[in-house]
């Protein structure tokens, strides 16, 4: 992979994706509340009374019902309204784009359960439209499977030898979470043909990630990964996870880069300057990997 900082274009974020860039409920909902919407929970009505379900394991697919208060199951019930994919189940007009676009890529698209929302065809589209050429059919990325569960301990998504796969806990609660999960997971397998294919990249990133490591053994996650993403169970958490682990810090940073694209530098301003060159140079790494394309 070569350098291309001389031969930039620019695309734009998707719109889909742009809600990323802010913060997830930031007007006064309830952590309780919050956190149920987060982990994609639904509410069931039996016997006159109404329950939460909630994922304990979204790969695993455990699930555990527990009664909920009349005023928090109205909370709950308006901010799945505002925040989950369209319940409208997908028929083959609806799928049909994105499988031709898989199709023409060389991907194999395996839908592994009947309910999976027309909204998350239509994101997941938007979203493999906007990366440029060769992200999407290649050695680690050759299936994209929507729905049904995973392996291990993975709680949401995973990336398995060229599988892309969004467990049907994604497909069924938010759309944030849909959106992201996908970035991510594809930026499992970027990182994957990096590996592969260009050992002075992975030693850069690896240097990189170090000097950030070190920086953020003194201070909090969120003074050394500014511009983390908003998802799941909310930005500290994305940080604490993916500071340690080289691909969860690169799939992480593979989502930032399309949905924050050039803003990351001025989120970067504030930031300790080995911190700051540390990340300019993580940027530069992808900025060749995405063949010299930057998003505004």
């Not at 049909?96 to 698209?109: I, K, T, Y």
């Not at 994209?144 to 030898?161: F, R």
């Not at 849909?178 to 990133?205: C, T, W």
Request: glycine share 8%; charged share 25%.
């Amino acid at each position: 992979m070569s350098d291309s900082r001389d031969s930039t274009s620019i695309m734009h974020t998707p719109s889909v994706l742009l809600p990323l860039r802010d913060e997830w409920m930031s007007w006064g909902v309830p952590r309780p509340i919050q956190e149920h919407v987060r982990f994609a929970s639904m509410l069931t009505e039996r016997k006159g009374r109404t329950y939460i379900v909630r994922f304990a394991s979204g790969g695993q697919g455990t699930i555990v019902e527990e009664p909920v208060k009349a005023e928090a199951a109205t909370q709950l019930r308006e901010l799945m309204e505002r925040e989950y994919l369209d319940g409208a189940y997908a028929g083959d007009a609806e799928v049909a784009p994105l499988r031709s676009f898989l199709s023409r890529h060389g991907v194999e698209m395996v839908l592994s359960s009947s309910r999976i929302p027309s909204e998350a065809f239509d994101i997941t589209l938007c979203a493999l439209e906007a990366l440029p050429p060769g992200h999407v059919g290649h050695e680690f990325f050759g299936i994209l499977e929507l729905g049904g569960w995973g392996h291990g301990s993975a709680k949401a998504s995973e990336h398995l030898g060229s599988r892309v796969h969004l467990f049907s806990f994604a497909t069924k609660g938010s759309r944030r979470n849909f959106g992201a999960l996908l970035l991510h997971e594809i930026g499992h397998a970027h990182y994957a043909r990096i590996e592969a294919k260009d050992a002075e990249a992975v030693k850069r990133i690896k240097a990189a990630q170090h000097a950030i490591l070190e920086r953020a053994a003194r201070e909090r996650p969120l003074e050394v990964w500014p511009f983390a993403v908003d998802y799941l169970l909310g930005r500290e958490s994305r940080v604490q996870e993916c500071l340690i682990d080289t691909r969860e810090f690169c799939a992480e940073f593979y989502l930032t880069y399309v949905v924050r694209g050039r803003g990351i530098r001025d989120l970067l301003c504030g930031a300790a300057d080995d911190v700051r060159a540390a990340w300019l140079d993580v940027y530069d790494v992808f900025r060749a990997g995405f063949g010299g394309v930057e998003y505004d």
